[in-house]
């Protein structure tokens, strides 16, 4: 059982949504769009106000630590892969989206099992922030072709991309440093002695 406070709650809201959102996107009466905008806000802002809380109040549960960045990941996934189906995207950008997550996700189990911590960088956030703003375009859009709208998409895609390669290029390095420090103190030096 996980410990029941508000950002668990907020995390498993979010994971809620997640069906909510998709059929609302797939509803075709009139004002399914704006219903479907709605809910991926709510959703959305669950996202940041459920970190905040945490932080704030010092309630970070590994729940929290497991879960949250999984409600985020089948939240943009799902929302993505019904707007392919409804072609308002291109599959090719739900693909590199939806294999960033994953690779990510499976760099961060990764880098756990030897006892790296990857923490969230600030490429990540710009890239969760990116990806925010163009799946509400996508989503709130009557026309997806928009100039301003594909800018957004191309700014997601680039932002899923360079972010991922920012974590592993983080995770290498860090691999690196523990090694080198291994080294170190197998030859009976301190390390940075």
Do not use: C, H
Request: zero cysteines; proline letters at 4%; a neutral charge.
């Amino acid at each position: 059982m996980f410990p029941l406070n508000l950002p668990n709650l907020l995390t498993l809201l979010r994971i809620l949504l997640v069906p909510v959102l998709v059929v609302a996107l797939g509803t075709e009466a009139e004002g399914g769009s704006l219903l479907a905008a709605a809910v991926f806000v709510v959703a959305a802002a669950t996202d940041g106000l459920d970190g905040y809380i945490a932080r704030s109040r010092q309630s970070i549960t590994n729940f929290g630590k497991v879960m949250d960045p999984v409600a985020d990941k089948l939240l943009i996934a799902a929302a993505l892969l019904t707007l392919v189906s409804l072609d308002r995207v291109a599959a090719w950008v739900a693909m590199i989206v939806i294999a960033r997550e994953f690779a990510v996700s499976g760099l961060r189990i990764a880098a756990g099992q030897q006892g790296v911590v990857i923490p969230a960088s600030v490429l990540g956030k710009v890239k969760t922030a990116v990806q925010s703003a163009a799946v509400l375009a996508l989503i709130a859009v009557n026309d997806p072709d928009v100039v301003w709208v594909q800018a957004l998409v191309y700014a997601m895609v680039l932002t899923t991309i360079v972010s991922g390669a920012d974590y592993f290029l983080n995770f290498r390095r860090r691999i690196e440093e523990l090694s080198r420090e291994r080294q170190q103190r197998g030859d009976g030096t301190v390390p940075g002695g």
